[in-house]
Structures are given as structure tokens and as C-alpha cells.
């Protein structure tokens, strides 16, 4: 089956640093990639959807200039949080669609998370 | 606005019971509809997925049912063992929108 890997599955930072988030697709091709983000106990929550080479789209109440998403290919997809504050830990989890017939087609597969600590 | 309602939000059942997840959502007009297990502090397992079109899908101890029109799914579980313990989901996908979740129902098997 499809398979969508997370880097890195755990970080901690400092209040105020950055941090990168990876997401790839490992055996298809991931036409459209999508950002959740679930605190404890509570539903996953759509941040951004991003198809390749194009902009995110950014739910309502995610700020895209703190959440910087890059779509560069059809197998790689970035989450930046900019500035992070110890608001910002959370578990984030990325899911991936193809949107070519076969492997993954229409159908969402999702990254084991990463959770992300800021002091 | 597709929304996602789980009942019970919570459950507790001795280990052998047979159990049912059920599932309201608010847009009928899906495209498919997905079962995911959720262990604490991991990501999500898929576990079934029915495409609009069929009425359930089996797998193992697990059999979801759709009822499209009624806006319902449930999610059987037979015979429940420790290791089913984990929040369920489920999340109904419209067209080529992202799949929307309710907030789950956190199961407890006990031994």
C-alpha cells in the first residue's frame, strides 16, 4: 500500500526558533498534500492543503506566514513553523492523495506525525 | 461545512464483547468514507474504507456499514480484545475535499 513518511517523528525547540517538518510520499506520486494538526485529546484539524508547484490553501485561522508550506515536488511537502511559541507544540500530521489513477488515487494516506515541544 | 459527529465519545468494555462506533455525518454527498484507529501519541491506521457506492466493507473482526442517504456509518467490532484499545475515527471525503474528522471515540477493552 501507499506510504507517506514523517522527519523528523519528534522535536524540541526554543521559543522563537524555526522549524522544518517533512512529508513524503515513498511509492507515489502525491498530487495534492495536506497539513493537520491535532492537540491533546482533541480531532485532527485542517491546517493547509497544497498541490504541487502551487500555494497552500490555508484554513481559516492558520496563519500562512507563521505555517510555511512548499509543495516543491510530487513526493516532498514542508511545514516551516516560524517563530514557534510553546502555543504552537502540538502533533502535527501530514497526509498525502495522488491524483493520478492507481496507487493512492482519491484516497488519503497519512504520515505517523511528528510532535513538536517548545520551550 | 462537512461535520462529524462520534457517539459514544467514550467507551469501556470487557474483553469478548461485541461493540459498535457509530458515526453521523452532516453532507450526504460523499465520495467515501474512512475508518482509521488512533493509538495515544501515534499516527493514524487506516482500517476500512467504503466508497459511496457500497453499503459495507469486512475486515477480519472489523465490518463498517454506510448508509449514504441517512448520512450514518457504524463500525463493528466482534469479539474485542485489549489490543483494540485506541481512539476510532471516521472521516467522510466529498469530491477532492480533505477528509474531515470527528473527534473520535476512545475505546477501552479490558482483560
Known amino acids: 500500500g501507499a506510504v507517506v513518511s514523517q522527519h523528523p517523528s519528534w522535536v524540541i525547540c526554543k521559543s522563537g526558533t524555526s522549524v522544518k517538518i517533512e512529508c513524503r510520499s515513498l511509492?507515489?506520486?502525491?498530487?495534492?498534500m495536506f497539513w493537520y494538526r491535532q492537540f491533546p485529546k482533541q480531532s485532527l484539524m485542517l491546517m493547509a492543503t497544497s498541490n504541487e508547484g502551487s500555494k497552500a490553501t490555508y484554513e481559516q485561522g492558520v496563519e500562512k506566514d507563521k505555517f510555511l508550506i512548499n509543495h516543491a515536488s510530487l513526493t516532498l511537502s514542508t511545514l516551516t513553523v516560524t517563530s514557534a511559541h510553546p502555543e504552537d507544540s502540538s502533533f502535527y500530521i501530514c497526509?498525502?492523495?495522488?491524483?493520478?489513477?492507481?496507487?493512492?488515487?482519491?484516497?488519503?494516506?497519512f504520515g505517523p506525525g511528528t510532535r513538536l515541544t517548545v520551550l | 461545512k462537512q461535520e462529524v459527529t462520534q457517539i459514544p465519545a467514550a467507551l469501556s468494555v470487557p474483553e469478548g464483547e461485541n461493540l459498535v462506533l457509530n458515526c453521523s455525518f452532516t453532507?450526504?454527498?460523499?465520495?467515501?468514507l474512512q475508518w482509521f484507529r488512533q493509538d495515544p501519541g501515534k499516527g493514524l491506521t487506516s482500517l476500512l474504507l467504503?466508497?459511496?457506492?457500497?453499503r459495507e466493507q469486512t475486515s477480519g473482526r472489523l465490518n463498517a456499514s454506510l448508509d449514504k442517504s441517512s448520512g450514518r456509518s457504524t463500525l463493528y467490532i466482534a469479539a474485542s480484545q485489549p489490543g483494540d484499545s485506541a481512539t476510532y475515527l471516521c472521516a467522510p471525503q466529498s469530491g477532492n475535499t480533505p477528509l474531515v474528522f470527528g473527534k473520535g471515540t476512545r475505546l477501552s477493552v479490558i482483560a
Open positions: 497526509s498525502a492523495r495522488g491524483g493520478l489513477a492507481g496507487l493512492a488515487y482519491n484516497e488519503q494516506f
Open positions: 453532507d450526504s454527498a460523499i465520495y467515501n
Open positions: 467504503i466508497q459511496s457506492s457500497q
Open positions: 511509492d507515489f506520486q502525491a498530487t495534492t
